[in-house]
């Protein structure tokens, strides 16, 4: 392991910046960037909901579970369009239903009205939006893609930080639903520009992915562009037990982390700490998992991601044990800064473990089923921590459960197959 | 290393039964969950009107 560290760090300084993919990373690290604030914008509206229309909190939760689910289900058929029209035209018909989705949010006067603006519209918004981009950048970078997720995956965490941050001000100085036009006009602004330098494929430009020679051209760009290939690919790839023990393992470790990014807070207050102490360990946790976000699919690309996954989800399970035995609010700040650590990591391998099994292929949809999973894995950990304070009066049991889907995650990693060996190498007679 | 014809011909039955058993677990948790939270509501208020999602789970639940 220590020859593969030093690989990885001998082999930065060899990064060609001047490559167009990076121009890539960047649009998609904006997309991503406006793509989350969607979800998290959410938490912002309830109390300025609540003031003017008195629909009670639970009745606005529900757009949230709605937004939630249709995100969940439609983000296989992103994953389609994309292989099918490309990753732009994808994202293009997301950033019109986001634009939509924002004026007919800020302008509803029904609750009817907010589920259809909020939970339909911005449910299909961002899977269009989020699911391309991922599968895009892969297309471009034969190596180096660690770096180039690391980057875009570090945005989940960074952009909506900031969005809701901004958004924060401008509601309090203009009012919700101005805010959310305004936020809508600028983001697609934003987007429609960042979309004119995006490229689905390098042969669009007549470039080769970031680190593939010359005598692959030919092969490159025929496996980027047909599309009869990339479905017969797929058919071969729902064969494999890596295509549903990713699924299952995505879903877990959603569960798991799920359970304790909504639960937490609650448990810490019911514990005697404040509020604002709490929502500090909340803070603490998505600062230091931005940084592993960010390295985890590095690191997983220079040594063995099916290592580093097992130990993000053994670390994730393992950690949260000892808040369920502690009342002390600096023992939940240490513990929350070691949990964060394999959090940031858990889920940041999945492009990796799809390039490493499948080879350098187009993996939109796979992509996509694998966000389905995710998605499921969040609704569902979110739902336990309320279900257990209904019957047991704490908190204590969810993370247990928390603790049992990771470790499972850890174990179902166990089974799948190494990595070290791409899993179809020839796909000619896919063609 | 494997080639695709070989895939072809395989099933992916370890990947599909550890799918199902977290799918099995995960439907039992709810179940069991929602069906002590119903019966505490119950046991509660004798004139509780359950739903049809309480009563499902009740029903299924071995435990409840």
Redesign the interface.
Known sequence: MSSSLSRIRNSISDIDFRHYGWIIVAVGAIAQMIGSAIRMAFGIIIDPLVEEFSWDPKSIGIAYAIMSIVTAFSSPIAGYASTIIGARKTMYIGLLLFLIGMIWTALASSIIEFYISYGIIFGFAQSMFLVPVIPAVAVWFKTRLGLATGLIIGMWSLGPALVIQIMGIALDAVGWQTTFIASGIIGTLIMIIALQFFRNTPSDINLLPYGAEEVNQTNDSKNSKSNTFSINLQN?I????????L??IH??GC?GHAVILIGLVPLMTSKGISYTDSVFCLTLIMIVSMTTRFITPILGDGINPKIIMFLAFLGQGLLVIPWAFTDSKWMFYLVGILWSIPYGGEGTLFPIMNRKYYGFFPMDTTYGWQILAASLGMA?GG??PG??F??TGGYELAIW?SAFFSC?GAV?IL?LDTTK???????D??Q | MTNSSNLNSKSPIKGLILFLLSFIFSITILIYFFAWDSANKINQNKDYQVSWLEEGSMFICPLH
């Open positions: 071969v729902y064969k494999t037990n890596a295509f549903w023990s699924m299952n879903f877990l569960v569902l739902f336990i279900l257990v209904d019957v459960i499972f179902v089974t060996e791409v899993l179809s190498p020839s796909f007679n896919l």
